[in-house]
């Protein structure tokens, strides 16, 4: 056989047997045979070199196409054997794997009811950081460094002299400096405190912080505002409030706020506890840069753990941070 015709016969058949290697060792071993080192092709290339000039003229292109198609066959061989999936190691008959949902957590779906009321009020939607300076979120509040109020806030405090907010007030006096009235504005988030954990306390809660400001604001826009929001997410008509006076330093006067249902049987045939309220100080409005004697304003917190459990009738507070997934898989869809 001449060369030109031993080069087309090693394209053909090699590139062939490339193609129909049945496994990785199969396609190794054709591999070896035809391109490697002491293979068929090496072969041929070791005959073109002492070949006579005119086998050269007419073989050199030849011989090029077929190295390029000897390599092509084997890595598209060699390709499509790693995609594929060895049937033997799949056994049809077993069970297929059970995989769930996730769903939104309990505290996400009353997060996200309540910013969705405010929204509908003309609220902003803002954030605020957790890591936060003390100024913000006591001194600027009215509580100066040697305040007691300080004391029914167990702090984390970090080496920094920062801490991790404890209340999502910090939000309100953040935001004064920037913005003059009318502001309309709600935060939830996350809150710390260093709390002994048990079955009410959490060292880690969610708080909303409302807080408006603007020319000739009374009780009557809070309560009417809170009403609002109690209806919404408690996803009751009947529901009743009350206030009573109560101390927070950044509002004066200031109130707690309970809830009943006219309707309801069982815990919310009482009056419960929600949250606190009550009109920004005027010390506050003035450590922000709004003159008090122009602009009044109201504002309230409360935990959002608490609502959901009052609305799920959850009696145990663990339940939001914890990772017992039988409890959280409850309000899935
Ligand atoms: N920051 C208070 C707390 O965490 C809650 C609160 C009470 C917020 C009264 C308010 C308010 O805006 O007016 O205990």
């Known amino acids: 056989m001449d060369l030109a015709a031993q080069l087309e016969a090693l394209r053909d058949d090699g590139a062939a047997r490339l193609t129909a290697a049945a496994d990785a060792d199969a396609l190794e071993q054709a591999r070896i045979e035809l391109l490697g080192r002491n293979g068929a092709l090496k072969d041929l290339k070791d005959a073109f070199k002492t070949a006579s000039p005119e086998d050269k003229r007419s073989c050199g292109r030849l011989l090029g196409e077929v190295d390029q198609a000897l390599k092509a066959a084997y890595e598209a061989r060699d390709k499509s054997l790693q995609g594929a999936v060895d049937s033997s190691a799949i056994d049809i008959t077993l069970p297929g794997e059970d995989r769930r949902a996730g769903s939104i957590h309990p505290i996400s779906q009353v997060a996200w009811e309540v910013e969705q009321v405010f929204s509908s009020m003309g609220f902003d939607v803002v954030d605020g950081p957790h890591i936060e300076e003390d100024e913000f979120n006591f001194t600027r509040l009215n509580i100066p460094p040697d305040h007691p109020a300080r004391d029914s806030q167990d702090t984390f405090w970090l080496s920094t002299g920062k801490l991790l907010r404890t209340h999502t007030s910090s939000v309100q006096s953040r935001t004064y400096p920037d913005t003059q009235p009318p502001i309309r504005k709600v935060v939830v988030g996350k809150v710390f405190r260093y709390e002994e954990v048990d079955a009410t306390h959490d060292n880690t809660f969610t708080q909303v912080e409302g807080f408006l400001v603007d020319e000739q604001i009374t009780v009557a826009h809070l ?20 206030l009573r006076p109560s101390f927070f330093p950044f509002v004066e006067p200031g109130f707690e706020v309970d809830v009943r249902s006219t309707s309801a049987t069982g815990r919310f045939s ?14 506050v409005l003035k450590m922000g840069g709004i003159d008090p004697e122009r602009y009044q304003g109201f504002a309230f917190g409360l935990g959002l753990e608490r609502l959901a459990m009052i609305r799920h009738g959850i009696e145990d507070i663990r339940l939001f941070n914890g990772a017992d997934l039988r409890g959280l898989r409850q309000f899935a869809g």
């Open 270 to 283: 009482n009056w419960v506890e929600l949250l606190g309220c009550g009109m920004i100080h005027p010390k």
């Open 223 to 242: 309560v009417g505002t809170l009403q609002t929001m109690i209806k919404a997410v408690l996803r009751r008509d009947d529901v009743e409030i009350r």
